[in-house]
């Protein structure tokens, strides 16, 4: 047995979501066997030494987009440049999207990932699978990918109309088959139809740079779109969860949900989190174009330190990257029309440092809640904890060390992925992976890169996650609509006159016809008497939905015209 296989973490202080202890940890053919001091362990293992470091779960990156066909173009980071820079960063499992062609069917495409990510992943990798379109096909599909194909999270569309978008009925269809197969549904939250209607007028506005982007789907958008995910998922009983968090209207839409009981989940993303939307209106039109993505990030400058303030205290769960990287000429395919450049910004290889700097290193967060919002959190919802996680006997060796006082500076110059630019470049981040160790191989060692192509395992997420689905099968006794016991109404029933004035020309209808009513309006309809001079009591009210008079067939006295009207002439002085 190889060294490689034998590892032996002395020293440092063991971080999970709910604790921290100092302790050693012995790691043997990819699992961890002993933690504890004074281990007695077999010869010819390697020691690492981690004095002074904290030891954490390996980073789940719970969204991303691998070598994704979109706008007519890849995604230049695919399944190897992009896990190894996952691992580079401290990630040690990344959360891909199978999203193919509206109509392809999902386990076609499902295969299509597959084929792609298997021989290249340097990480462990799971799949979430979008519905596209809605049919009994796709429902016996889900049935098929959770029960046989490892998948248990499906992603619906609020956006893109006549490309990925789902209506409300769909999505309610689609809510339940997830709800009858115990899967999460996952949702990409912007109203599609005011998108639609908003970038036609920016571009009879002329306004055709990625600034018109972020206009065109404001921060209303995306707030109304993520209340009716959560009412419609409500009403099906299905827990939500809402990807790529950009906003303070949806964050806060998410947490006033959360404490009036609904089942939703948030998950903002490390470009939500480490910077804003301010770049859009850069002059340079790269720098501009290189931050857009949908959700668009915000302009208000204070997004990303709110949406941490209710990531730090429980208000939102989980973080992602939503990486989906084009260069630079790639994203000039909208040079002249907004709606052309290619949606996508990097984040897969920085999110732990940026989440650390701006959550832990700014005193928002403590570590354990560190580990729970980059790890812990996403491995319970999706049904793989605690083999992964967390750092526990049985759990699988995905390990960082981590130098919470070490820095480095965020660049496109340094980072290992495969696109030309980067959202935090210039960025002092601290927090730094001295070690990451992936299934128990060491593949960052002391800052140096030692992956393995193909070395990464496809994991199945099963069904019916406890801190997903817990309360459900209560809430369904709970709520379930009950019939009221009562006896037969015996009593008298009114007899309603078929009344033929709704169907006849107005012109043909009697004047005096109330046609709310439904009844005829005499003059027994006043409250009040006439004058003694036989004209209508002004106090009276005289009001027809029609606009007529109800006295307009009675004859009118002749004008009178008063020389001297009562308080005098208005011509005279006096």
């Not at 390697?46 to 994704?68: C, F, S, V």
């Not at 066909?69 to 990344?94: C, E, H, Q, R």
């Not at 419609?232 to 006033?256: E, F, H, L, R």
């Not at 989940?265 to 790269?286: M, V, Y």
Request: some cysteine; overall charge negative.
């Amino acid at each position: 047995m190889s060294a490689q296989s034998r590892l032996l973490i002395k020293g440092g202080k063991i971080v999970n979501d709910d604790q921290s202890i100092h302790a050693d940890i012995y790691i043997e053919d990819g699992v961890i066997k002993q933690i504890g001091n004074n281990l007695v362990i077999p010869g010819g293992a390697r020691t690492i030494e981690a004095q002074g470091k904290l030891i954490i779960p390996g980073g789940i990156d719970t969204h991303t987009h691998m070598q994704l066909p979109f706008m007519g173009t890849f995604a230049v980071d695919d399944f190897y440049s992009g896990t190894k820079a996952a691992l580079a960063g401290g990630t040690t499992m990344i959360m891909d999207f199978v999203l193919d062609q509206k109509g392809v069917p999902l386990l076609d495409a499902y295969d299509k990932w597959r084929n792609w990510a298997d021989s290249k992943v340097c990480c462990d990798y799971a799949l979430h699978v979008a519905v596209t379109h809605w049919s009994d096909s796709v429902a016996k599909e889900m049935e098929v990918l959770t029960k046989e194909r490892g998948v248990n999270s499906f992603k619906m569309f609020l956006a893109y109309k006549d490309v990925f978008m789902l209506d409300d009925s769909d999505l309610y269809s689609s809510f339940k088959r997830c709800k009858e197969l115990g899967a999460l549904a996952m949702v990409h939250a912007e109203n599609g139809h005011l998108i639609a209607q908003k970038s036609k007028e920016m571009i009879e506005l002329g306004i055709t740079g990625p600034e018109a982007h972020e206009m065109c789907r404001p921060e209303e958008v995306e707030g109304e779109a993520v209340n009716r995910a959560i009412a419609i998922g409500n009403q099906a009983n299905c827990p939500v969860y809402i990807v790529k968090v950009m906003s303070k209207t949806s964050a806060q839409n998410i947490a006033d949900a959360r404490r009036s009981g609904c089942v939703v989940f948030g998950e903002p993303i490390a470009a939500s989190l480490g910077t804003d939307g301010t770049h859009q209106w850069n002059k340079c039109w790269r720098h501009a174009a290189g931050h857009v993505m949908g959700p668009p990030l915000r302009p208000d400058p204070s997004t990303p330190g709110y949406l941490m303030d209710l990531l730090a205290n429980g208000d939102l769960q989980t973080t992602g990257t939503d990486n989906c990287t084009f260069n630079a000429d790639q994203k000039a395919l909208g040079k002249d029309d907004f709606r052309k450049i290619p949606n996508g910004v990097n984040g897969v290889e920085d999110r732990m440092s940026v989440i650390w700097e701006k959550g832990v290193h700014s005193g928002k967060m403590d570590p354990c809640r560190f580990v729970a919002v980059t790890s812990t959190n996403a491995a319970k919802l999706f049904n793989i904890y605690p083999q992964k996680g967390r750092i526990a006997v049985g759990s699988d060796a995905d390990i960082v060390i981590w130098d919470p006082k070490a820095t480095r500076t965020i660049s496109a110059k340094t980072h290992h992925q495969a696109v030309d630019f980067n959202i935090f470049e210039g960025m002092v981040v601290h927090g730094v992976p001295v070690f990451v160790i992936s299934n128990g191989h060491v593949v960052v060692d002391e800052g140096q890169m030692r992956v393995t192509q193909g070395q990464g395992r496809f994991i199945a997420t099963p069904c019916y996650a406890e801190a997903v689905y817990g309360r459900i099968e209560s809430r369904e006794v709970a709520r379930r609509p009950k019939k009221v016991e009562r006896e037969v109404y015996e009593g008298p029933i009114a007899e309603v006159k078929t009344n033929s004035i709704e169907t006849a020309p107005p012109r043909h209808r009697n004047e005096n016809t109330n046609i709310i009513m439904g009844d005829d309006m005499s003059a027994d309809f006043h409250s009040r008497p006439p004058t003694r001079s036989g004209g209508r009591n002004q106090q009276d009210s005289s009001f027809s939905f029609s606009g007529d008079q109800i006295d307009d067939n009675q004859p009118r006295r002749h004008k009178i015209r008063v020389s001297n009207p009562p308080g005098g002439k208005s011509s005279n002085l006096w």
